[in-house]
């Protein structure tokens, strides 16, 4: 992750390839795939996590540049993918991931909406898992025991 957030915002190492700096004027643009979602940043590049591989959803809000306005969405592979976006909730096409991302067992919309408040009155916060794939799988196998435990009882 940490790779992927200095990949993305630098390290203030100077860099010899000719990428653009992102510019906060330019949308970053999420497509939104049965397999995937990508992310087409302004500097150009582009970032994919196959929805498979995903592991953890975090809100960020941050009074530091470049977070600092809105708050970003932070999508986490697993370690075996190396996979990873970061996107504004002014990204082009937001609304339609947040739709997916609140489809996932054990969103934790109450958290991301706490965060979107905060952003909007320029407030700092700690981050929020918002989903991680272990503890929506953990809750699926109780819901299952459970269901299975009342079937079994009539």
Request: hydrophobic content about 40%; some cysteine; overall charge negative.
């Amino acid at each position: 992750m940490k790779a992927l957030l200095s990949k993305l915002f630098g390290t203030g190492v100077t860099k010899t390839h000719t990428t653009r700096a992102v510019d906060p004027n330019e949308p970053f643009v999420i497509n939104i795939y049965d397999d995937r979602v990508v992310v087409h940043r302004p500097d150009g590049q582009r970032e994919e996590l196959a929805w498979d591989a995903l592991e953890k959803v975090v809100v960020r809000v941050s009074d530091r540049a470049p977070w600092a306005g809105t708050a970003w969405l932070i999508l986490a592979g697993d370690a075996a993918s190396q996979q990873g976006c970061v996107v504004p909730m002014t990204a082009a096409n937001h609304e339609a991931l947040v739709r997916r991302l609140q489809e996932l067992p054990g969103f934790h919309q109450q958290k991301l909406d706490n965060a979107m408040r905060d952003a909007t009155s320029g407030k700092s916060r700690t981050d929020a898992n918002l989903w991680k794939r272990s503890e929506a799988e953990a809750q699926a196998r109780k819901d299952e025991e459970a269901s299975h435990d009342a079937a079994s009882q009539h």
